[in-house]
T-cell receptor, first 114, second 112 residues
């Protein structure tokens, strides 16, 4: 079991461009959450997807959007990139069910906006 | 809005010494509290959650609602405990990963 996989590992973009980050959840998981981690900060919740719908959203502008596919994989899209969007983007998967399912994190995608 | 504060950015102890990583939170409801850990070159992973009341790798954490704290403790630190520790809060209790709010983390170093 490869666990949560994210691609690409690193990405450099120019201000104003658009970017798409990808995440494959751990086998058997059906819920994907995205977090942004700026340097020296803890992860900050962006949104969570379940059954191909956005279920919860944090305090991020509409420039941040996502998608979940029938195979539970997910994409994070960021439009009109700003320098402040430079961060590590973490994907975490879990299983929606009665009872607790801990978050399993990927290694992240390091996005640099120049 | 919820907030999680970890007052110590760095904490250094010697092997065998007790360790306490502090976490204070701000939330008006009944949150669920977690500790996540990231060892060197590994992924962020759950260490423990207050509801389970477990001791994981010798670590325990008690939720003190009066002081709004969730400090992580271990009586005898080991070198392999060296890692970054994050305290996190979910505004929904009873087994949920919704909208976790993380603190900024504490880097624990256990010296030989």
């Amino acid at each position: 079991d490869a666990g949560v996989t994210q691609s690409p590992t690193h990405l450099i973009k120019t201000r104003g461009q658009q970017v798409t980050l990808r995440c494959s959840p751990k086998s058997g998981h059906d819920t994907v959450s995205w977090y942004q981690q700026a340097l020296g900060q803890g992860p900050q919740f962006i949104f969570q997807y379940y059954e191909e719908e956005e279920r919860q959203r944090g305090n991020f502008p509409d420039r941040f959007s996502g998608h979940q596919f029938p195979n539970y994989s997910s994409e994070l899209n960021v439009n009109a990139l700003l320098l402040g969007d430079s961060a590590l983007y973490l994907c975490a998967s879990s299983l929606a069910r009665e009872g607790y399912s801990p978050l399993h994190f990927g290694n992240g995608t390091r996005l640099t906006v120049t | 809005a919820q907030r999680v504060t970890q007052p110590e950015k760095l904490l250094s102890v010697f092997k065998g010494a007790p360790v306490e990583l502090k976490c204070n939170y701000s939330y008006s409801g009944s949150p669920e509290l977690f500790w996540y850990v990231q060892y060197s070159r590994q992924r962020l992973q759950l260490l423990l959650r207050h509801i389970s009341r477990e001791s994981i790798k010798g670590f325990t954490a008690d939720l003190n609602k009066g002081e709004t704290s969730f400090h992580l403790k271990k009586p005898f630190a080991q070198e392999e405990d060296s890692a970054m520790y994050y305290c996190a809060l979910s505004p929904y209790s009873g087994g949920s990963n919704y909208k976790l709010t993380f603190g900024k983390g504490t880097l624990l170093t256990v010296n030989p």
